[in-house]
């Protein structure tokens, strides 16, 4: 396999199947021609599966794997197997230089434990971050950290506002992408001393990115600002808070379509708009986050996401290996350290 970038794809680790998972592979090879695979997991479930795709098998090597990391198993369970796990192979893969990007929909906690592990933090990185687009009014914004680091100080932040920025620039096709840091107000002394401290560093550096302030939590869908930046803490909170109010949104409007014979007739004629909306907040469009920040790329798929999700997911990982997000991020370090030297003094850093 050689001319395009290799996806090591973890094939045993999502809730929706192998099947799924080798039919997102397929979608993903129709949309990408020079995308080439590494299918790990158990070579008894994968090679029927992959029979039916004669596209996809042209252009993709079964590498076995043993062993499956479940959705239960503890992120120390999950390392001491990584040796013999689809996830830690795929992973494994990316570290020898075998392949260009992993992929896999399993356990979060797991996946970032073996990246993290195997991988390493680049140069100039403290901690990875988890990345994301997610939609908006207007189209789509990126957001980080969504989980893996709970408490992060003003140094982790403006890392991660570098690292967002150029994960926009590659997912969102934008030059200079508008960045602000998530907060309880817009005004310059609202907040903690860390994000005050990273919103001093982020105004003062020069960088391919439009720094705008702060931004509250209501104001993440407006569509305003392109990198929304945050503690995993915060950022995990506001994910799940606007997935839930998304599905409290569609609920209550399809309870009032089903009420009356008025209301179904409504329906009859919003219908198209309906499906609009559906298509727009369906989390399948939206698949794919990543750990920026390490020696490697690593695109973590929602769980059960269906084929089309996943498929989704290797087209960031497509994407991301093409631009090269990882120089993009190199480049873009070397400039904000010498802001961070001058700006944070060693104790609060």
């Known amino acids: 396999m050689n001319g395009g ?12 199947g192998a099947a799924e998972a080798i039919a997102a592979a397929d ?16 070579q008894d479930v994968i090679a029927p599966e992959l029979a039916r795709w004669p596209r996809l098998a042209a252009r993709a090597r079964v590498v076995h794997s043993p062993d499956t990391v479940t959705m239960h198993d ?6 001491r197997r990584s040796k013999t796990t689809s996830m830690g192979m795929a992973i494994d893969a990316v570290k020898t230089g075998d392949a260009n990007a992993a992929v896999s929909a399993g356990n979060t906690g797991a996946l970032m434990a073996m990246a993290l592990f195997g991988l390493r933090t680049m140069p100039g990185i403290d901690r990875p971050a988890l990345a994301a687009a997610l939609p908006t009014l207007k189209s789509e914004s990126v957001m980080l950290d969504l989980g893996a680091n709970t408490e992060c100080d003003a140094t982790n932040l403006v890392q991660f506002a570098v690292m967002g920025a150029a994960f ?29 401290a990273a919103a001093t ?12 302030g702060f931004v509250e939590g209501d104001k993440i869908g407006s569509g305003d600002v392109d990198v929304v930046v945050t503690d995993g803490f915060s950022g995990n909170i506001a994910l799940k808070t606007a997935e839930g109010t998304s599905r409290l949104v569609t609920g209550l409007l399809g309870q009032a379509f089903r009420s009356s014979i ?12 309906l499906q609009s909306l559906r298509a727009h907040l369906d989390p399948n469009a939206h698949n794919g986050a990543v750990f920026l920040g390490l020696n ?5 798929s929602h769980g059960s996401a269906n084929a089309r999700g996943l498929a989704n997911a290797i087209g960031v990982a497509h994407d991301l290996v093409i631009d090269d997000v990882g120089r993009r991020i190199r480049d873009d370090l070397a400039g904000i350290n010498m802001a961070l030297a001058r700006t944070i003094e060693p104790d609060a850093a």
Do not use: C
Request: glycine letters at 10%.
């Open 296 to 300: 490697g790329l690593v695109v973590k």
């Open 262 to 273: 008025w209301g179904k007739l409504g329906y009859f004629i919003a219908r198209g708009a």
């Open 168 to 196: 926009a620039r590659t997912v969102l096709g934008l030059e200079r992408p508008r960045v602000a840091l998530l907060n309880i107000g817009e005004e310059e002394l609202k907040g903690t001393d860390e994000i005050r």
């Open 74 to 79: 503890k992120p120390s369970q999950a390392l």
């Open 27 to 42: 979608i993903a090879a129709e949309r990408y021609p020079r995308l080439h695979f590494l299918l790990f997991g158990q």
């Open 5 to 16: 970038p290799i996806i090591a794809l973890d094939v045993m680790s999502g809730d929706a």
């Open 201 to 212: 560093v982020l105004k003062g550096a020069q960088l391919p990115m439009q720094f705008t």
